[in-house]
């Protein structure tokens, strides 16, 4: 397919002030931020296409809340208490979006996939922000050349459905779609809680497979330490978040809000944990709902989580030099 950006358009403003590079075929980056643009094809008229007709998009509005971090990768952050990039030469580069001018359809899974592989392919991390998190699914195809690849799936859903509504395409089937992928050999999932779509069968299929359950509840009792013991041991490690993990009080702009979610250090934790066991292949962000966000602090949450997942991976010396 070519990248010759006939689906890739540039945002108004890079992530954090990264330059802007739509042109694939040029990539030369150790971080690409992407935007995916993608609505589960649920038949009923569900909450989830709200989306695609809101006036900020997901990507843009974690962009938005990333600018006053612009020019700032060589000040203190106390949280790694050191300079966030640990003087590092990082490249990092905003790539835009894909199918954000699309009406209607947005399932658009081919394209997504060949734009990811296209960044994998020129040695650059994706680190993808989406909406709707059906969109993962093509995401974590494009990993097909990555051997024993763990994903580590930061939820308070399983997403383990074959199918809702007669669709295996959509938000609450991610990891049954990936766990059929070859190159998926290990899963851990972290911050279930409530309720969701998943019945006794999905948690039995999920546990049969191998996957590793972290409930929300066991993160806030046992600490993070002993949850990342829990983590299988693997080459590499995919990360996806879905933003209803993190807690309701500074991620209430989700679909399906519930108390009890992690905290941001137990989330950045978790990251430092497995960068220290393995290499990170890359991340993606879903389930921000802009239109539902309040005061911009999903966002704020996103962008801060993307900011310090940068400053892990420079800090652990798996980018840059
Ligand atoms: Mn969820």
């Known amino acids: ?113 060949a734009v990811i592989r296209t960044i994998l392919a020129r040695g650059a991390m994706p680190v993808a922000l989406g909406t709707d998190e059906g969109g993962f699914i093509p995401f974590v195809r494009a990993f097909d050349g990555c051997d024993d690849l763990c994903l580590v799936h930061i939820d308070a859903h399983i997403d383990w459905r074959n199918e809702l509504n007669g669709v295996g395409e959509g938000y609450s089937s991610g990891m049954r779609r990936a766990s059929e992928m070859p190159w ?19 948690v039995n ?29 693997a080459d590499h490690y995919l990360i996806t978040i879905d933003m209803d993990a993190l807690d309701t009080a500074i991620a209430p702009g989700v679909l399906f809000p519930s108390p009890g979610g992690l905290s941001f250090d137990e989330v950045t934790d978790l990251v430092q944990g497995i960068a220290s066991k393995g290499r990170i292949a890359g991340i993606s962000l879903f389930e921000l709902r802009p239109e539902r966000d309040i005061n911009g602090l999903t966002a704020s949450t996103g962008a801060q989580l993307i900011i310090n997942f940068i400053g892990t991976l420079a800090h652990s010396g798996q980018i840059g030099k």
């Open 1 to 113: 397919m070519s990248m010759n950006s006939d689906f890739l358009t540039p945002p108004a403003h890079g992530f954090a002030g990264f330059p802007i590079c739509v042109q694939l075929n040029n990539l030369e980056a150790d971080i690409a931020i992407i935007g995916l643009h993608y609505v589960s094809p649920y038949p009923r008229k569900s909450v989830a296409s709200a989306t695609q007709t809101a006036m900020e998009t997901a990507p843009d509005a974690i962009r938005l809340q990333s600018s006053r971090f612009t020019g700032y990768w060589d000040h203190y952050d106390f949280d790694f208490n050191d300079v966030l990039l640990a003087d590092r030469q990082i490249r990092m580069v905003d790539c835009g979006d894909v199918d954000r001018k699309a009406n209607g359809s947005l399932q658009n899974p081919e394209r997504i996939t």
């Open 184 to 202: 998926v050999k290990a899963m851990v999932q972290v911050g279930l809680r409530g309720i969701g779509s998943a019945r006794r069968q999905e």
């Open 205 to 233: 299929d999920a546990l049969l497979f191998g996957s590793v359950f972290i409930r929300a509840r066991e993160v806030h009792q046992k600490g993070i330490d002993a949850c990342i013991d829990k983590i299988p041991a």
